[in-house]
């Protein structure tokens, strides 16, 4: 397992990922949207599991 | 009542704790030509005070105790008290009674909205005398240990007398004292500050207390009640009866009830307390759970905001704060008294042994850093259930709503969820009271550890506990094996209490818990942490780490955080 958030290129296929994850607001309010996306950020954070990824991760959203 | 009264009312029957009062009595002290000096003075006779006075008195320092109040507690207030607490009580001798009073639990259910996401079972992990905690009001705990006092010949108790003028010198501490006769003065070499959040001894040294206030205000209520609710821990986070806020249900003794509910910074606090106010909200939550012909009464209620904040030192000279008057918590996490009475056993083994001539002076400077590191972790723990219980921005709420939401299908989510992560004894990691480690360990008993129980062979051969095998006032080396494996422990039973355990059966749980091998050894300091252990000691070596447990060798550059 990566001790580094993986920055470069590691979607399996990034177009249909990206289709997935708009067509998954489909039809929500912005705050249900947000709502959602709360909740994709926490199932993501569990799953990735490491706290210096995830520091690492909340410090490059931070600076984008 | 004078003490002997209320023991004897006491011992008669039920007593109801809430109407005792204690009797002023005009003490000597006060016709003395000039201040009579005392070694201890505790001011303030909450279960902090109290369990240091008893501490102190049990290793034979004479101490006096000034309150300026002459009830117990008015109300519920502290009603968890959690394992490690009820083992200081163990080692003065007085929890047996506050576990067969107190409520036991052991399942919680968490509601988010109209819907319960999730119920856990503590499930404490079997092989330990005392459970994870128990609710008992605090005046019980107050006026049971108010009995142990009154058999202890060295605890002096003087109700209503309220300290009003402290000044301090490099030899000794000074007190004027109000009483409903007048003031006097009386000097002592060391005074405890246990006198409460809005401590005056506090004010009195011109110390302030530094850190974060929340802008909430909590309804809290005693509730007695017919219903037959189960034992269970019940918290709502934002139910349709109290919408967009939090409320907690608990059981304590006598079938009453403890509500709580967010009211919001906006919240009279004078309307809100009364009864007329709580019924409807009450009346709401039994609604909500199905006993809406529940009968209750409404008893002891206030409304409370708090902060998680406390002193930069514990250790002002000659003056020690412990409990609420040197750090303040949320109620989320049960962190007050509990945090409270871990001071006060700090602090009772130090001032004896100097007392005493055993230690220098300076080992009490210990006492403030081992214990402002136990408050700022105390600080952590109630500030993160209070930012999850009371989202202060937009986007914590929707966190916290996300992990609610998620909390029913998902596990990973349950263990986000923060209604109070629950008071464990603190790990004095890095004191500089503690040997490092030279040899491998595995486990929990890491130095500055407070010593883990499991059940342990009396000297009869039946099965007891290991932490009441312990000598309850002096250093414990508890040696695992057969003698002839340490026989070099032998020349230390004048210096400290040597106690070996087998590697049998009997002693199995023991064994794994510290990691144990044949000629492992531990020293517990009086207050049952750890402060080294090793594999294979020597008489030399231990009596190193005991002159380094009393500070009697320069502390190396390790600080306490």
Redesign the interface.
């Known amino acids: 397992m990566s001790t580094h958030l993986i920055t470069d290129a590691h979607l399996e296929s990034p177009d249909d990922f990206y289709e997935a994850l708009i067509e998954t607001h489909q039809g929500l309010s912005t705050d249900d949207s ?2 959602l996306n ?2 994709l ?3 993501l954070a ?1 799953h990735i599991g490491s706290l210096p990824v995830l520091r690492e991760a909340l410090a490059a959203a931070r600076e984008a | 009542m004078k003490l002997e009264q209320f023991a004897a009312a006491d011992e008669a029957g039920p007593l109801d704790y809430q109407q005792v009062e204690f009797d002023y009595v005009r003490h000597a002290d006060q016709d003395a030509d000039a201040p009579v000096r005392r070694p201890v003075v505790v001011v303030g006779a909450g279960p902090v005070g109290l369990a240091l006075a008893i501490d102190l008195a049990q290793k034979k320092v004479p101490v006096l105790v000034l309150e300026g109040g002459h009830q117990l507690s008015t109300g519920s207030r502290a009603i968890c008290f959690a394992k490690r607490t009820l083992e200081v009580f163990d080692r003065l001798g007085c929890a047996d009674r506050m576990v067969d009073k107190g409520v036991s639990w052991k399942v919680g259910r968490v509601y988010f909205g109209a819907e319960e996401v999730y119920r856990f079972d503590l499930l404490p992990e079997s092989g330990h005398e005392r459970p994870a905690f128990i609710n008992l009001q605090q005046y019980y705990v107050e006026g049971y240990l108010v009995r142990q006092a009154a058999t202890l010949p060295d605890i002096e108790l003087r109700w209503k007398n309220k300290v009003v003028g402290l000044s301090q010198s490099d030899d000794g501490v000074r007190l004027t004292i109000e009483t409903p006769e007048g003031t006097y003065e009386l000097d002592a070499d060391y005074v405890a500050a246990c006198d409460g959040s809005r401590s005056q001894l506090r004010e009195m040294l011109g110390r302030q207390t530094q850190g974060r206030i929340f802008r909430d205000r909590f309804l809290i209520a005693d509730i007695s009640m017919d219903a037959d609710l189960p034992v269970e821990r019940r918290f709502w986070f934002a139910p349709p009866f109290h919408p967009g806020q939090s409320v907690l249900l608990h059981k304590q003794a006598d079938g009453m009830w403890r509500v709580d509910f967010q009211l919001g910074w906006d919240a009279d606090p004078v309307a809100e307390r009364q009864h007329e106010r709580i019924r409807p909200r009450v009346q709401a939550l039994l609604d909500s759970i199905g006993h809406a012909g529940a009968q209750f009464q409404i008893g002891w209620a206030s409304v409370y905001t708090f902060a998680c904040q406390r002193m930069a030192r514990f250790r002002q000279g000659r003056v020690l704060f412990a409990g609420d008057s040197a750090h303040g918590v949320s109620p989320f996490g049960a962190r007050g008294a509990n945090s409270g009475v871990q001071d006060a056993e700090n602090l009772a083994w130090k001032l004896a042994a100097v007392l005493r001539g055993e230690a220098p002076p300076t080992l009490l400077d210990s006492y403030g850093s081992e214990r402002e590191y136990a408050a700022d972790e105390n600080i952590r723990h109630s500030t993160r259930a209070t930012d999850f219980i009371t989202p202060k921005s937009e986007v914590s709420r929707l966190y916290r709503d996300a992990v609610l939401a998620l909390s029913k299908n998902n596990a990973f989510a349950r263990s986000l969820v923060n209604s109070g992560r629950l008071s464990t004894a603190t790990v004095l990691r890095g004191s500089p009271l503690s040997a490092p480690d030279a040899d491998g360990f595995a486990g929990a008993m890491v130095p500055g550890a407070a010593a883990a129980d499991a059940p342990a062979a009396r000297t009869d051969g039946s099965i007891g506990w290991l932490l009441r095998s312990l000598a309850p006032h002096r250093f414990n080396l508890l040696v695992f094996g057969t003698p002839a494996e340490s026989a070099w422990a032998d020349a230390l039973q004048d210096e400290m209490n040597v106690l070996r355990l087998p590697l049998d059966a009997a002693h199995a749980l023991a064994a794994q818990r510290y990691d144990a091998q044949p000629g492992t050894a531990y020293l517990l300091r009086p207050d049952q942490h750890v402060c080294a252990r090793w594999r294979h000691g020597d008489a030399k070596t231990v009596r190193a780490a005991l002159d380094r447990a009393l500070g009697r060798v320069p502390a190396p550059s390790l600080a306490a955080a």
Request: glycine share 0%; aromatic share 0%.
């Open positions: 947000h709502a709360a909740r950020v926490l199932l569990n």
